[in-house]
């Protein structure tokens, strides 16, 4: 079973086999964590984006890191908060699904999370990290490549909530 930590860091820096993105739908590139990606990436991950086309709220895709440290990006596209009767927290919830089951598809051995719609999609941070840390451990067993899996806070508000959903943690179902 991975070992789950908590990094305050950078994502863009990380050395891992994948980092994940907080894209949107478009795949075109933003502000925030993408930004920063697209950034340290260079112009081919906007190209790769761009040939995959889009994605749609609650999925995520797979491109190369070029730049990057990290082998590969996914790019999730969380949902936008709208005060929590849109289905945010299913549409959250399955974005971490996706992640882990293209980290499973690809043998990824570590893996690092940024906090997807925590940002301008405004999804409530303590909330957030709870789906983040619960749907993740729900899904470890069936990532049976996974070594190491980071959330990646960036800034010490963000490393808070996770680190409080870490200690309320919910234990995987019985298999
Ligand atoms: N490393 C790690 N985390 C970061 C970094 C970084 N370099 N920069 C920001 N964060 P956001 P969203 C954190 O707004 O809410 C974009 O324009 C940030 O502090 O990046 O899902 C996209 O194109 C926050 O905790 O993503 C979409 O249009 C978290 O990353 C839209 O924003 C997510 O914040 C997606 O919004």
Same mark, same amino acid.
């Given at each position: ?21 907080? /894209?949107?739908?478009? $795949? ?13 990436? %260079?112009?081919?991950? $906007? /190209? ?5 086309? %889009? ?14 440290p990290a082998r590969y990006v996914i790019h999730a596209v969380g949902p936008v908060w709208r005060g929590g009767g849109q289905g945010e927290a299913e549409l959250l919830t399955s974005? =971490? ?21 925590? %940002?301008? =999609? %405004? =999804? ?23 070594? $190491? ?11 808070? /909530? =996770? ?13």
């Open positions: 079973m991975a070992k789950l930590e908590i990094v305050q860091a950078d994502i863009t820096t990380l050395a891992v086999d994948a980092i994940v993105n907080a /894209a949107n739908a478009q $795949l075109r590139g933003g502000g925030g964590v993408d930004g920063a990606i697209h950034r340290a990436a %260079g112009p081919q991950l $906007l /190209a790769a984006c761009r040939a995959i086309g %889009g994605c749609p709220t609650g999925d995520a895709r797979l491109t190369p890191g070029f730049d990057l974005c =971490y699904r996706r992640c882990m089951a293209l980290a499973a598809q690809n043998g990824l051995r570590t893996l690092a999370f940024s906090a997807i719609s925590c %940002g301008v =999609y %405004g =999804y409530p941070l303590e909330e957030a990290a709870r789906i983040a840390v619960n749907t993740v451990t729900q899904s470890l067993q069936d990532t049976p490549s996974l070594e $190491l899996l980071q959330f990646c806070c960036f800034g010490a508000e963000v490393t808070r /909530a =996770y680190e409080s959903a870490l200690r309320g943690r919910r234990a995987p179902a019985a298999s």
